[in-house]
C-alpha cells in the first residue's frame, strides 16, 4: 500500500510563485514514474509535469518555461516549482506515481488527495 500526500498549495497573485510538493509513502520498492497533474471544474484532467519511466522530464505546453518539476529521490518526495503564474492555472493539483511495492512486486498507479492552487488578484 502507497500513500501520496501534497502540500503547498494555496492562493497566489497573478505572476507569483508557489511550490507544490508530494512525499510517497508506504510498501515502496521503486517509484518508476512521478509527476503533476491538474484539474478545474468542469474540465478535464490534465498532464503538467512529471518524471517519466525513461528518465525524462515532460511538460504541459502551456507551463513550459514556468514550471519546473524536481525530485528528492532518498524522501520518495517530488516537487513542482511554479512560477509566472496565471488565472488558467487555477486547478486542483494532484500527485501521480507508478510505484512498484515489496515484498509483494506488484505494480499500480496511485494518487494523491489534490492541493488547491488558485491564481487571482
Known amino acids: 500500500q502507497v500513500q501520496l500526500v501534497e502540500s503547498g498549495g494555496g492562493l497566489v497573485q497573478p505572476g507569483g510563485s508557489l511550490r507544490l510538493s508530494c512525499a510517497a509513502s508506504?510498501?515502496?520498492?521503486?517509484?518508476?514514474?512521478m509527476g503533476w497533474y491538474r484539474q478545474a471544474p468542469g474540465k478535464q484532467r490534465e498532464l503538467v509535469a512529471t518524471?517519466?519511466?525513461?528518465?525524462?522530464?515532460d511538460y504541459a505546453d502551456s507551463v513550459k518555461g514556468r514550471f519546473t518539476i524536481s525530485r528528492d529521490n532518498a524522501k520518495n518526495t517530488v516537487y513542482l516549482q511554479m512560477n509566472s503564474l496565471k488565472p488558467e492555472d487555477t486547478a486542483v493539483y494532484y500527485c501521480?506515481?507508478?510505484?512498484?511495492?515489496?515484498?509483494?512486486?506488484?505494480?499500480?498507479?496511485?494518487w494523491g488527495q489534490g492541493t488547491q492552487v488558485t491564481v487571482s488578484s
Open positions: 508506504g510498501t515502496i520498492f521503486r517509484i518508476n514514474a
Open positions: 518524471f517519466t519511466s525513461g528518465g525524462n522530464t
Open positions: 501521480n506515481a507508478d510505484v512498484t511495492e515489496w515484498p509483494i512486486t506488484t505494480r499500480g498507479a496511485y
